[in-house]
């Protein structure tokens, strides 16, 4: 997205067209992830979901916590990398009416476009800058990142997930 924003403001991309594009693009992945879900998500998790830990005990929980607070998961989930890939999937096994869905669901989408792609745009100069400083890190900065990160994910899993 912050690519097509330096392009649109360097005139290389037509800009109505692109946030168009931008918009529809974002709704169509999340829209046919939660139809994955909502057909696929409960034979998924029966059939394989021991495998990764998933009990119905845990699903249960999911499904509660998902009608309680997994709306929003899907405006904020767009800005987590990794996330946003699977809260579409989350809204349409856990049942969540497609309206509700929809809502929340495109609104994060057009306020996650809007945002990288008017960083892009109004920035665009500054980001080709700090692309080129982030060559510069050391490959230990990452690797530290990389197991900091892991380890934030393991901790809340342990706490939160428990059955």
């Not at 392009?7 to 991309?13: A, D, R, T, V, Y």
């Not at 974002?26 to 409960?42: D, E, P, Q, V, W």
């Not at 029966?46 to 699903?59: N, S």
């Not at 890939?85 to 309206?99: D, N, R, W």
Request: overall charge positive.
């Amino acid at each position: 997205m912050v690519i097509s924003g330096v392009l649109m403001s360097k005139g290389k991309l037509n800009i109505p067209l692109t946030v168009f594009f931008c918009y529809a693009g974002a709704i169509a992945g999340i829209t046919t992830s939660y139809l994955l879900g909502r057909t696929a998500g409960h034979y998924l998790f029966a059939k394989y979901g021991r495998w990764v830990g998933i009990t119905p005990a845990r699903l249960e929980k999911a499904h509660r916590w998902f009608e309680r607070l997994g709306k929003w998961l899907l405006v904020v989930g767009y800005f987590i990398p990794g996330v946003r890939h699977f809260t579409g999937f989350s809204a349409g096994a856990t049942e969540m009416h497609y309206k509700q869905f929809a809502l929340f669901a495109y609104s994060g989408a057009i306020i996650w476009v809007t945002t990288f792609l008017s960083l892009g745009y109004f920035l665009g100069g500054y980001c080709l800058e700090f692309y080129e400083k982030l060559e510069n890190i050391d490959l230990i900065t990452i690797v530290i990142f990389i197991i900091a990160a892991a380890l934030t994910v393991f901790i809340i899993r342990r706490r939160y997930l428990k059955s």
